[in-house]
C-alpha cells in the first residue's frame, strides 16, 4: 500500500484524531501522579501510524492530543503534544518495513517494532517531554522528569501489548499476499 496523502490517508487522519481524542479522555487508567496516566491512545496511534505512515501517525499525534487537551483542560500542554506527534512518526518509520494490509506480521516485524517504539518512547518522553517542559513552562525539573519516566515505562508496555495486539488482530483480517489463486 502506498503511504501517501491518499483520500483514504486524509480520512484515516481525521477519524484516527477523533479516536485518539476519544481514548485520550474516557479510555486512561490513573497512576496517582499528576498528569500521568496509562494512555490506551498511543497503542491506537502505533497501529494507525504503521497503517498509514509516519505523517499521518504523526499529524493523529499532534491533532489528537491537541484536541483532548483543548476538551479536558480548556487549554493545551504544546510540549507534550508535539511529542505525540513525534511519537506518531517514529511509530510509523518503525513499521515501514511491516505489511499488515497482507496480513504480515511476524515475530521478527513484532520485535523490530518494539524495539523501535522502546527507544523511541525512552527518548521522546524521557527526555525531550521533560526538557520542553522545562523550557518552555519553566517546570520543576525533578517533577517533570520523573512524569516522563513514568510516561516511558507506561507507553513501552502499553504499545508493546495492546499495539502488538492490535496489529496482529488487524493482520489477521487481511487476506494474505499469494492466498488467493486464480482457477
Given at each position: 500500500m502506498k503511504k501517501d496523502f491518499s483520500v483514504k490517508t486524509i480520512v484515516a487522519i481525521g477519524i484516527g484524531s477523533a479516536v485518539f481524542v476519544i481514548l485520550g479522555r474516557f479510555v486512561v487508567i490513573p497512576t496517582g501522579?499528576?498528569?500521568?496516566?496509562?494512555?490506551?491512545?498511543?497503542?491506537?496511534?502505533?497501529?494507525?501510524?504503521?497503517?498509514?505512515?509516519?505523517?499521518a501517525g504523526g499529524l493523529i499525534g499532534l491533532?489528537?492530543?491537541?484536541?483532548?487537551?483543548f476538551t479536558t483542560y480548556g487549554s493545551a500542554w504544546w510540549s507534550w503534544i508535539?511529542?505525540?506527534?513525534?511519537?506518531?512518526?517514529?511509530?510509523?518509520?518503525?513499521?515501514?518495513?511491516?505489511?499488515?494490509?497482507?496480513?504480515?506480521?511476524?515475530?521478527?516485524?513484532?520485535i523490530r517494532f518494539n524495539s523501535y517504539q522502546v527507544i523511541g518512547n525512552a527518548v521522546v518522553w524521557g527526555l525531550i517531554a521533560p526538557t520542553l517542559d522545562v523550557l518552555i513552562y519553566s517546570e520543576p525539573a525533578s517533577k517533570v522528569y520523573t512524569q516522563g519516566v513514568i510516561a516511558v515505562i507506561l507507553n513501552i508496555i502499553a504499545v508493546g501489548i495492546i499495539g502488538t495486539l492490535l496489529m496482529a488482530a488487524y493482520a489477521a483480517t487481511r487476506t494474505k499476499k499469494g492466498s488467493l489463486t486464480k482457477d
Open positions: 501522579f499528576p498528569n500521568t496516566n496509562l494512555e490506551t491512545a498511543y497503542p491506537f496511534l502505533a497501529l494507525i501510524s504503521v497503517i498509514f505512515g509516519p505523517v491533532i489528537g492530543h491537541t484536541l483532548k487537551d508535539v511529542c505525540s506527534g513525534i511519537i506518531g512518526v517514529i511509530y510509523g518509520f518503525a513499521g515501514r518495513k511491516m505489511d499488515l494490509q497482507h496480513g504480515e506480521f511476524s515475530k521478527k516485524d513484532i
